[in-house]
């Protein structure tokens, strides 16, 4: 028929679309790349998909979830930005996926699980940003972080306390994605994941960020391109599609170079990010006129938290009945961690500011 879909290969009848693609991964995936069929397996076990690796699976689960969509009002740097231009943390989210999916691609990795982890990585972020995630680990017992929120997100929290069930694969690369401040690369074989793909999310999480929080400093008018040092311009290049290049080429080769080794910047180009990242800090982090914001941020989350702590109608209006399996101080730092900023706000003006008087 004129309109039938040709098939050199065509799949026997009765076989799962599922096996067909594990089949094809063992052909053309590179030997280091993860297998879906050599997953080490879901925190409680299921049946498989008959369409799907479980790594697609991860992938659907994570974008159809609440945590996600939630993504779209969550600061990335400014704090709610009115410009539709600046990034969020699911812009963010998207341009890491992209840019490992690109990498993954030029390794012969699994670019399914690499989606996966990437999508799922930022999850446990706080609204405003690491502002909030500073007030929180200050506050909370025991401190808090958002990689292990993230994972506490896809574990525990999200389907109404049954989690998304996940492999180990994209629980680890969530865990294990966060950087440091400096030396960005972790030498530490302890905190690397197992897995390449995870490997490449993690790098691709820093070009992201990088070159994104740039190019919003540049559209705030915090920067101007001649701020930008001229060894970084020169090493990187002077547009933010240039830069992204630089990077990603140097990972692909040096990878490549490496030859099953791991998944890594050049020594040289590790040099020029680290002062990238120092030049950000100094420049767009740390400067006052964004600063100033988010010190406001900790008296809004403080607040709240407090609130929360010391009123139970407000905890169950708001939050929900204490559980019986997690501290209250857990209870509201789920609660609060999961916030967009701009319910933070709404709920914060409705909780401590003063309505206006109506006569009716």
């Known amino acids: 028929m004129a309109n039938q879909i040709p098939q050199d290969n065509p799949r026997p009848p009765g076989l799962p679309l599922r096996l067909e693609i594990e089949e094809r991964e063992r052909l053309h995936l590179a030997p280091r790349a993860q297998l879906s069929c050599e997953s080490r397996g879901r925190?409680?076990?299921?049946?498989?998909?008959?369409?799907?690796?479980?790594y697609q699976r991860d992938r659907d689960r994570i974008v159809h979830c609440k945590a996600f969509r939630r993504l779209k009002h969550?600061?990335?740097?400014?704090l709610s930005p009115t410009g539709d231009h600046y990034r969020t943390r699911l812009t963010h989210t998207l341009e890491v996926s992209q840019i490992a999916r690109t990498i993954g691609r030029g390794l012969r990795l699994n670019e399914d699980l690499i989606e996966a982890i990437a999508l799922g990585h930022d999850l446990g972020h706080t609204p405003f940003g690491h502002g909030g995630e500073r007030v929180l680990n200050q506050i909370i017992p025991g401190g808090f972080h958002h990689t292990s929120q993230s994972l506490r997100v896809v574990d525990r929290l999200e389907?109404?306390?049954?989690?998304?069930?996940?492999?180990?694969?994209?629980r680890e690369g969530i865990l294990k994605h966060s950087k440091g401040r400096y030396s960005p690369i972790l030498l530490d074989p302890d905190e690397r994941a197992d897995t390449f793909e995870a490997q490449v999310v993690r790098l691709a999480d820093i070009v992201a960020y990088l070159n994104h929080d740039l190019d919003d400093a540049?559209?705030?008018?915090?920067?101007?391109?001649?701020?930008?040092?001229a060894a970084i311009r020169q090493d990187l290049g002077i547009r933010h599609s240039q830069r992204i290049h630089t990077l990603v080429h140097d990972i692909l080769h040096t990878s490549l170079e490496e030859n099953g080794g791991e998944i890594r910047l050049s020594s040289?180009?590790?040099?020029?990010?680290?002062?990238?990242?120092?030049?950000l800090f100094e420049n767009v982090y740390e400067v006052p006129r964004?600063?100033?914001?988010?010190?406001?941020?900790f008296k809004i989350i403080e607040d709240l938290f407090d609130a929360f702590m010391k009123e139970e109608a407000l905890l169950i209006r708001e939050v929900g009945p204490p559980l019986e399996d997690t501290?209250?101080?857990?209870?509201?730092?789920?609660?609060?961690?999961?916030?967009t900023d701009r319910y933070a706000l709404d709920l914060y003006k409705r909780l401590f500011l003063p309505r206006p008087w109506m006569k009716l």
């Open 43 to 54: 925190l409680r076990e299921e049946d498989e998909c008959t369409l799907r690796t479980a």
């Open 218 to 229: 540049l559209r705030a008018d915090i920067l101007r391109d001649d701020d930008i040092p």
């Open 74 to 78: 969550k600061t990335q740097v400014f």
């Open 290 to 297: 964004v600063r100033r914001e988010f010190d406001r941020v």
């Open 268 to 279: 040289p180009m590790l040099h020029v990010v680290d002062s990238l990242r120092v030049f």
């Open 327 to 339: 501290a209250r101080e857990r209870q509201i730092c789920d609660y609060i961690a999961g916030m």
């Open 159 to 170: 389907k109404n306390g049954r989690g998304l069930n996940l492999t180990q694969e994209v």
